[in-house]
């Protein structure tokens, strides 16, 4: 069965500090990992999309890669802005293709930047 | 514009009644989903429809029951509701390669 971990649980970041995200995964053939934002009371917002090893997007202060096993999601000089959770999610081979697939969430990072 | 669409935003009810969440989504996307996210934040796919067809029908008891009148609209009916469905519903719809856009998700309360 296809299994996303998410560490750490909670994270709390003075603002400016950087640090990382981490995603592992194990998935009988990864089609894509995606990243997602959501705030308290919303729907999770669509970061990135990852297809393959070694593979990097970036976006403001955000930047993601991907390994074999694992994503993480590097946070470079967050503001309070950034307070978030954070979601990823894989897509398995089956249903893949054409605009119809499962996705497989893990729990979660819940990040707070202080000011 | 709203891209993706839920109402109500909140849903409180009493144990054993009926109730149905809506969904519209304005993006023109092929594919809708029900997902579902318990107490402890995990997100957990229920349906998907494809062109008013349902293509994934996870382990879901048989008291929810999803409509699809048309590509644009997907909505949610429970029977018979019990204090474990409490959680938020979120409805979301796709494209290629872009990820899901999620609508602002309904609380459902069940007392």
């Known amino acids: 069965e296809d299994q996303v971990t998410q560490s750490p649980e909670a994270l709390r970041l003075q603002e400016g500090e950087s640090s990382s995200l981490n995603c592992s995964y194990t998935?009988?053939?990864?089609?894509?990992l995606f990243w997602y934002r959501q705030d308290p009371g919303k729907g999770p917002e669509f970061l990135f999309t990852l297809y393959s090893a070694g593979e990097e997007k970036e976006k403001e202060r955000l930047k993601a890669t991907l390994t074999k096993k694992e994503s993480f999601l590097h946070i470079t000089a967050p503001k309070p802005e950034d307070s978030a959770t954070y979601l990823c999610a894989v897509q398995p081979p089956k249903f893949s293709g054409g605009s119809n697939y499962k996705l497989t969430f893990g729990k979660g990072t819940l990040l707070t930047v202080n000011p | 514009d709203t891209a993706v669409s839920q109402t109500p935003k909140y849903l409180v009810t009493q144990m054993g009644n009926d109730k149905s969440i809506k969904c519209e989504q304005n993006?023109?996307?092929?594919?809708m989903y029900w997902y579902k996210q318990d107490s402890k934040k995990f997100l957990k796919i229920m349906f998907s429809?494809?062109?008013?067809?349902?293509?994934i029908n996870e382990t879901v008891p048989n008291r929810f029951s999803p409509k699809s009148p048309d590509k644009a609209h997907l909505n949610l009916h429970i029977n018979s509701l019990e204090l474990g469905d409490s959680a938020v519903y979120f409805c979301?719809?796709?494209?290629?390669?872009?990820?899901?856009?999620f609508g602002s998700g309904t609380r459902l309360t069940v007392v």
């Open positions: 979301a719809s796709s494209q290629v390669s872009r990820g899901y856009t």
């Open positions: 429809y494809n062109n008013k067809e349902l293509i």
């Open positions: 993006l023109g996307h092929d594919t």
């Open positions: 998935v009988s053939g990864l089609r894509g």
